[in-house]
């Protein structure tokens, strides 16, 4: 690029790729446009079905999230924050940031995560209760969940989480007998899954919503 643009830092055009400066002081232009420093990207998604919550789409060449982020964020070193099945669909944050992604992912930080899950069954009045005493899945006591019914016509409930298990929704609604239908992630933490996403689609987390994420 600096070979075959006016890449300015200061309005100094650069020639020498060794040359150090001060991101958050020097304005950088490339062609007069000024180019914005991002040392870490947080991209928010709307999972679609079919793809798979990885980097790198395995020996099968499955389509991943990194996939769809458009070409203009793509980095090295991004993957999602987190797995949603193949099927579910939702919220999934797409970071290079590997201490940001491993503070909302700790169990111990208890960041939660809001999904609305269709249900095959009703529920019955015990299970919100069994699920915030913390049920217990081949042998290992899960974190209270919160559930709450969300359609009085039909079988959607909202469910919270602040841990992360594999296939950890489908599995204990199995656990009581029931059987997950669709499940969305639509938000984590405070910060709600963009309504105007389309599946597929992705936009930069505002900066106020990832501080919201590292305080939370
Ligand atoms: N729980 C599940 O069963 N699947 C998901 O994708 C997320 C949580």
């Known amino acids: ?26 304005t950088v232009t490339v062609g007069g446009e000024t180019v914005e420093y991002r040392e870490h990207l947080y991209i928010m998604m709307n999972k679609p079905e079919g793809v798979i919550s990885a980097s790198d789409g395995g020996s099968r060449q499955e389509k991943t999230v990194v996939d769809l982020v458009p070409a203009c964020w793509r980095r090295p070193g991004l993957f999602p924050a987190g797995r949603l099945d193949k099927d579910t669909t939702g919220f999934v944050l797409i970071t290079d940031d590997g201490a940001f992604a491993h503070r909302i992912l700790s169990p111990v930080k208890h960041v939660p995560k809001t999904y609305h899950v269709w249900l095959r069954d009703p529920v019955p009045a015990s299970v919100p209760t069994l699920f915030a005493a913390g049920l217990t899945l081949d042998g290992e006591r899960l974190q209270a969940a ?25 599995r204990m609604f199995a656990s009581v007998g029931n059987a997950v239908i669709k499940l969305d992630r639509v938000a984590i933490g405070d910060v709600l899954l963009d309504p105007t996403l389309l599946p597929g689609e992705c936009r930069l987390m505002r900066d106020y919503e990832v501080l919201s994420l590292i305080k939370a």
């Open 1 to 26: 690029m600096l070979r075959r643009e006016n890449v300015c830092v200061d309005g100094v055009r650069m020639s020498d790729a060794g040359f150090l400066f001060d991101p958050n002081v020097s």
């Open 146 to 170: 919160s559930l709450r019914r969300l359609s009085s016509d039909a079988l959607i409930y909202e469910i919270v989480l602040t841990q992360g298990k594999y296939h950890q929704i489908k």
